[in-house]
């Protein structure tokens, strides 16, 4: 049995039971009677105002993924406006093979070699923050210690990271 069905079996002169349990819900229940006046009950009021959401979110959507559809076809036009550029002026973009393996960062501390940080591309800035960090818990722990601060360098390099064998 569906809600719609569940309104129509009661009959004309019968009134529905009131099922509004704090001030708030009658709130509800009294914008909703208003919005639908040609509602018969509080359940039929609410059944019209779900209708007329979904529409609504229908239309939306509709609206919404047109929207969408022309944005993608603006990003293909200008894609092909900047490749056509590329060519006329004899700018080549450079691919991963062109640049060769990805660089690694490379932790030096006092003039050795600490340890090789594997990196995602040629700039590797996600590699070259966790390093920065791990050199600066070097310096505290060595001014926790007492023990002289290190000199630590950190660069990029094209050596591999040791694999570790546990």
Do not use: C, H
């Not at 630590?152 to 094209?158: D, Q, S, V």
């Amino acid at each position: 049995m569906n809600l719609r069905e569940l309104f129509e079996n009661t009959e004309d002169g019968e009134e529905m039971p009131k099922v509004a349990t704090s001030d708030r819900m009658e709130r509800i229940l009294r914008q909703l009677r208003i919005r639908n006046p040609a509602a018969k009950n509080d359940l039929e009021a609410l059944l019209y105002d779900f209708e007329r959401s979904q529409k609504k979110d229908r239309k939306d959507i509709k609206r919404l993924s047109t929207e969408n559809e022309t944005a993608e076809q603006t990003i293909r036009r200008i894609e092909a406006e900047l490749d056509q550029l590329k060519s006329e002026t004899g700018i080549v973009t450079e691919g991963r093979e062109l640049r060769g393996e990805p660089k690694n960062v490379a932790i030096e501390i006092n003039g050795k070699l600490w340890k090789i940080i594997q990196g995602e591309s040629d700039f590797s800035p996600l590699a070259i923050d966790r390093a920065e960090k791990m050199a600066d818990t070097i310096r505290k722990n060595a001014l926790a210690d007492s023990r002289p601060v290190p000199e630590i360098n950190i660069y990029l390099t094209r050596e591999k990271p040791k694999s570790r064998r546990r």
